[in-house]
């Protein structure tokens, strides 16, 4: 990351920059849909590796569900100097800490990163993931559809069947 915050001082790039650039993109076609539905049937949080300055944009589009990520530091002038973790394995252990207070997690998600989060979930599956993640990880449903995942989240962790 520090790496990353080099080239945005060499570029001259600060913080308002990068959130116009995130501003001007729109959700997957079909998330909003899908997480006003899920939040319609369950608590929705979003668990991510990115930073909550950087996510605020996209999240106002998806109505603002709640999101556990990371944290920039910046200076007045937009400037990012820094930046904190939540934890090691934030994802997974922020699942960890849900099933300790005894709520039933679904986790779903694409990359390598997720795969933690997924396998300590009550229940997990992997949306849009590369085939090569999908090969690895045989023993956990794919799916590249919302409908299919939402009809997986409601067998697996609400106990219904069909959509």
């Keep these: 990351m520090n790496f990353r915050l080099d080239i945005l001082r060499d570029k001259g790039l600060k913080l308002p920059d990068i959130q116009e650039v995130i501003g001007s993109m729109d959700p997957l076609p079909g998330a909003v849909e899908f997480i ?5 049937e369950a608590q929705v949080i979003i668990l991510s590796d990115t930073f909550t300055q950087f996510a605020q944009p996209l999240m106002k589009k998806l109505g603002y569900p709640t999101l556990f990520c990371n944290t920039l530091e910046v200076a007045r002038d937009g ?53 090569s993640i999908v090969a690895q990880f045989p023993e956990t449903p794919a799916f590249e559809q919302y409908g299919d995942l939402l009809a997986h989240m409601r067998t697996k962790l609400l106990g219904q069947s069909g959509v």
Aim: charged share 30%; glycine share 10%; proline share 2%.
């Design 36 to 40: 006003d539905t899920v939040r319609s």
């Design 79 to 131: 400037t990012i100097t820094g930046f904190k973790l939540r934890q090691d394995e934030g994802k997974k252990m922020a699942v960890r800490a849900l099933k300790g207070i005894h709520l039933k997690v679904m986790a779903a998600g694409d990359s390598y990163n997720d795969i933690g989060m997924i396998q300590e979930a009550d229940t997990g599956a992997l949306f849009r993931a590369p085939e």
